[in-house]
């Protein structure tokens, strides 16, 4: 059963940082490119980021770039997000997701992420 669990979410002052973490099983984690997206209150969907399978190549939405850094450790089966300088516009629902043929196709449940004073 192909599972993901993200976890580092809280409550973080603006400026601050945060690392949310993602660990997967099921499925040859090492083999598939991944994805962190997140949900703002009252909005869609937002992708954030991708990692290739080697995390080598990465890519960034510009709302992610220069603020937030995609990395994975293919030896403990986990994906990371490094968030710097954070924004109460960072508010959301942060979920790793992973990707085949261009799709993302298995999500998991998000880890809140709260940025407030």
């Known amino acids: 059963e192909v599972q993901l669990v993200e976890s580092g979410g809280g409550l973080v002052q603006p400026g601050g940082s945060l690392r949310l973490s993602c660990a997967a099983s099921g499925f040859t984690f090492s083999s598939i490119r991944m994805s962190w997206v997140r949900q703002a209150p009252g909005k869609g969907l937002e992708w954030l980021s991708d990692?290739?399978?080697?995390?080598?190549?990465?890519t960034y939405a510009d709302s992610a770039k220069g603020r937030f850094t995609i990395s994975r450790d293919n030896a403990k089966n986990t994906l990371y997000l490094q968030m710097n300088s954070l924004k109460p516009e960072d508010t959301a629902v942060y979920y790793c997701?992973?990707?085949?043929?261009?799709?993302?196709?298995?999500w998991g449940k998000g880890t809140l992420v709260t940025v407030s004073s």
């Open positions: 990692i290739n399978s080697g995390g080598v190549n990465t």
């Open positions: 997701a992973s990707r085949r043929d261009g799709a993302m196709d298995y």
